[in-house]
């Protein structure tokens, strides 16, 4: 039967594939044999060489709060750090024996403290270090992370004159991450310097520099070569960043200058003899919050001088405010520094130079200086006593992120406000403040924790209740709800006439200023914004 189904030859070949197939078999049974018993079985694979050098950054995060013997062990089978020196010895502004060693690695930049005894004089920013750490000791000396116990062999010097990286760095970010940040150098821009010092008062002891509600310390040795310069009401401040135990046991950040080329930008200490600007100096007569296209660079406010102004001489302040739901810091709540608050809720305007006459408009704002956005009619021949590029540059003494927009068109008020003086805090009080738009209330005031924009006492606001007679110093608060509306809709291009009577003698709002919405042409001149419903001197 086989034969006549296959003949002879299907015969064979039919059992020769039954063989093949047998072998298959065998070969997958052995492999699959094979492959599950070296799955069980443990191997030492190979993990290659490992470093001599470990990171800074890495090195500190041994430290877990108490003193730590660095060794094979935690190093990880490393032994060295490297790094550049940015510390100063001949300053006298640095601890004693001390060095300060910076390093770059995976993008973040970190610094420690070496505790190197006379040595510490041989080194000089710029130096480049190699130094064994295996078996030194890491602890907090006087609240600053330092490598103690080196060998008298374990620094080397390899490289010199090397560029040194500083940061730029705000308070806020500085108290947020003050550990990141220590033994490192960074500079701080545009802070004032707390307590406000007179003329004549000298760097050594213990300051604090302020932006906004922020602050950190600064520390000026006795011995330091800039220790008896006049210390300034306000700078751009770099140096070294050292940690420091408070009372509550957290670590504060302070920054101790190298140099007295470390103090840039320097604003002379405020005078309190100096003259000031008189009761409603100045006045807020209208603004452009909307103009036509693309705001930024463009908004503006305009004001009046009640009185002749020499800014050099009475300086001031402007601040705009906006309070959108997710606007930061303090999203969703009230903010804490009120018109100081800086980052995305309040841009400062410090107003330093220029002479305007009584009655006399003048401008604060963006620096395209154009009647109705881009392409509009040029107004830079008009008073402008500053002008900011604010889309790409922060405010005014750090308070105020740059922004594509400082006045909002739509949802929660925002405000503006002026203030005597550059010195301004979270307790200063406007001499003039307008407010306008929505009338939600959670981003602007919270009467429980007394947080909120303190306002003027002026022809809508009062800092106490005229019936009830109970302070109200904040907008929204009590009988303080005057706010201006949106105009719907945006993009339209106005400009937000105020227009009211004040008496110049008696410096009294004889008539309550009013709101025009006055509809911009792309051509419209300067005069339109000047005359019509405007406010009027009496």
């Known amino acids: 039967m086989l034969q006549r189904t296959f003949g002879g030859r299907g015969l064979n070949e039919f059992k020769e594939k039954i063989r093949n197939m047998k072998k298959v078999f065998l070969c997958f049974f052995v492999c699959t044999l094979t492959f599950l018993w070296c799955s069980c079985e443990k191997h030492n694979y190979a993990e290659g060489i490992l470093s001599p050098y470990i990171a800074v950054e890495d ?71 190699m130094v064994t750490v295996k078996g030194a000791a890491l602890k907090r000396v006087n609240g600053t992370l330092t490598i103690s116990g080196l060998a008298d062999t374990a620094i080397r010097k390899v490289g010199q004159r090397n560029t040194v990286t500083q940061q730029v760095v705000s308070p806020y970010t500085l108290n947020l991450r003050p550990e990141v940040f220590e033994s490192t150098l960074i500079r701080v821009k545009s802070v004032s310097v707390s307590p406000a010092p007179v003329p004549g008062e000298i760097f050594a002891g213990d300051r ?61 200490p405020v005078d309190p003899n100096a003259p000031h600007l008189g009761n409603k100096a100045i006045i807020i007569t209208g603004f452009a919050n909307d103009v036509k296209g693309s705001d930024g660079n463009y908004e503006y406010v305009q004001f009046m001088a009640t009185e002749d102004i020499d800014f050099a001489v009475t300086p001031a302040s402007v601040f705009t405010c906006t309070n959108a739901g997710g606007a930061t810091p303090y999203p969703g709540a009230a903010p804490a520094g009120g018109w100081v608050t800086g980052g995305g809720r309040t841009y400062k305007f410090e107003l330093t130079q220029g002479v305007v006459r009584k009655g006399e408009f003048f401008y604060v704002g963006g620096s395209n200086k154009r009647i109705n956005g881009a392409n509009s009619t040029s107004i830079s021949n008009a008073k402008w006593v500053r002008a900011i590029a604010y889309v790409s540059t922060d405010g005014d003494g750090a308070i105020g992120a740059s922004s594509s927009g400082l006045l909002p068109n739509s949802g929660n008020a925002g405000g503006i406000a002026v203030f005597d003086g550059v010195n301004i805090v979270v307790a200063s009080v406007p001499m003039d403040v307008v407010f306008f738009g929505g009338t939600g209330i959670a981003t602007i005031v919270n009467v429980e924790n007394s947080t909120g924009y303190r306002i003027a006492d002026n022809d809508h606001y009062h800092t106490v209740d005229p019936e009830t007679h109970e302070a109200q110093p904040f907008f929204f608060q009590g009988s303080n709800l005057y706010v201006i509306p949106h105009q719907n809709p945006s993009d339209q291009g106005i400009f937000v006439k105020l227009g009211g009577v004040l008496n110049s003698a008696t410096k009294t709002w004889e008539e309550p200023r009013g709101y025009e919405f006055f509809l911009m042409e792309k051509t419209s001149p300067l005069t339109s914004i000047e005359t019509g419903k405007v406010t009027l001197l009496k």
């Open 59 to 129: 090195v500190r995060s041994i430290y877990k709060g108490s003193e730590v013997k660095l060794n094979e062990s935690n190093l990880r089978g490393a032994e060295k750090i490297v790094g550049i020196v940015i510390s100063r010895a001949d300053s006298g502004n640095v601890p004693g024996g001390v060095v300060i060693l910076q390093n770059f690695t995976r993008g973040n930049i970190r610094g420690i403290a070496l505790d190197v005894g006379a040595e510490a004089a041989s080194f000089r920013p710029g130096d480049s270090l």
């Open 208 to 268: 604090f520099l302020i932006a906004g509600i922020d602050s950190i310390g600064m520390h000026t040795e006795p011995a330091a070569g800039f220790a008896n310069k006049e210390l300034p009401g306000g700078a751009s401040i770099g140096g070294v960043v050292f940690l420091k135990a408070a009372e509550d046991g957290a670590l504060k950040a302070s920054v101790w200058p190298q140099t007295y080329a470390d103090i840039t930008e320097r604003r002379p």
